[in-house]
């Protein structure tokens, strides 16, 4: 992982190919390279997001690492790594680039990944996660699950919006508890790695709802209902 993140970091950015399809906001897949070696990535810059009404401006790149980075510090290899870093337009998030299997998605994968789908479940319901369509999980050529497109999170106030309702109010597994109750026992500390990494990515108070969403989830032991409102994203793949 290390080697990773030095890669996307340090590498130089180049070739870009495009523009990634159906992307709301500026998502171009570009080589890096680094001491003799390339791969793609993809470079989302902070000047490409489209504004939004609910979200404050030029923050979408900052959640996407913030997210990466909680998924790390919980133990779930979910998110590609993923950091902050200047490109040729300039700052932005940079992702290693999954090389999926393009007809899979939530809908076709969850009877087979139950056990990834649950921390996905409970990982968006910590984070917040306004846009979790089905399309946003993948399956790489190894049988590896992922979860990509992370910039609608962290909101202060609650935005849960996700396809994977199928645990809803269903007992949150054992190993699924014991990492939580690590990230929240991180959290509580005054020079805590986790909070240090997020405290540049978002706002004390989006963190102060972060770990109470977290607190909440743990009393209760369960997966979280729907409550009212719009509780699926648009489209949910």
Not at 136 to 148: A, E, P
Not at 202 to 222: S, V
Request: aromatic share 10%; charged share 20%.
């Amino acid at each position: 992982m290390e080697e990773a993140l030095e890669f996307l970091s340090k590498g130089q950015m180049e070739k870009p190919h495009g523009l990634m399809p159906w992307s709301s906001n500026y998502t171009i897949l570009v080589t890096v390279r680094y001491a003799g070696t390339e791969a793609l990535a993809i470079y989302k810059p902070c000047q490409g997001e489209r504004p939004l009404w609910d979200f404050p401006d030029g923050t979408l790149a900052l959640r996407e690492v913030a997210a990466f980075h909680v998924s790390r510090a919980l133990g779930w290899d979910f998110i590609p790594p993923t950091v902050l870093r200047d490109g040729f337009l300039g700052l932005g998030a940079v992702q290693l680039f999954i090389d999926a299997h393009p007809e899979e998605h939530y809908f076709t994968l969850r009877d087979k990944h139950i056990p990834s789908f649950q921390r996905v479940a409970a990982f968006d319901a910590i984070t917040n996660n306004a846009d979790r369509k089905g399309g946003h999980c993948l399956q790489d050529q190894g049988g590896h699950i992922w979860t990509i497109d992370h910039g609608l999170t962290f909101h202060q106030e609650h935005k849960l919006r996700t396809v994977i309702w199928d645990f809803a109010g269903q007992a949150i597994p054992d190993d699924i508890q014991e990492d939580l109750a690590s990230l929240q026992q991180s959290l509580n500390q005054a020079s805590s790695p986790i909070l240090n990494k997020l405290a540049p990515l978002i706002t004390d108070r989006e963190i102060e709802m972060f770990r109470r969403r977290l607190d909440r989830i743990m009393a209760a032991r369960t997966f979280p209902l729907p409550g009212a409102g719009r509780n699926v994203p648009f489209p949910p793949i």
